[in-house]
Nanobody
Framework: QVQLVESGGGLVQPGGSLRLSCAASGNIFRINAMGWYRQAPGKERELVTAITNGGSTNYADSVKGRFTISRDNTNNTVYVQMNSLKSEDTAVYYC?????????????????WGQGTQVTVSS
């Protein structure tokens, strides 16, 4: 089994910064892409940013220039540094990872999700 555990959410004033972390553990042979999604009240979950195991990144237009994603492949951890936060960034942020696992002679690739961490941007 695989688990993703997020940390780093909280309350911050507009213009402030937060850093979210997500650590994967369990039956992990390889982690492919990792990413962060968010869901605000009354809205659908949306992709914020993602990074491949080779380091290629992509960002939603709304966070370009403000958010930076990175990953530590040795520790199976992904981060997102969020700067210049705005009230519209308020949401529950979810970590996602596509993970290859081995079960005896069988292999399985599937997406895993963290439990979510609340980010609130308010004065």
């Amino acid at each position: 089994q695989v688990q993703l555990v997020e940390s780093g959410g909280g309350l911050v004033q507009p213009g402030g910064s937060l850093r979210l972390s997500c650590a994967a553990s369990g039956n992990i042979f390889r982690i492919n892409a990792m990413g962060w999604y968010r869901q605000a009240p009354g809205k659908e979950r949306e992709l914020v940013t993602a990074i491949t195991n080779g380091g290629s990144t992509n960002y939603a237009d709304s966070v370009k220039g403000r958010f930076t994603i990175s990953r530590d492949n040795t520790n199976n951890t992904v981060y997102v540094q969020m700067n210049s936060l705005k009230s519209e960034d308020t949401a529950v942020y979810y970590c996602q990872a596509q993970i290859l696992s081995r079960y005896g002679n069988n292999w399985s690739t599937r997406d895993y999700w963290g439990q979510g961490t609340q980010v609130t941007v308010s004065s």
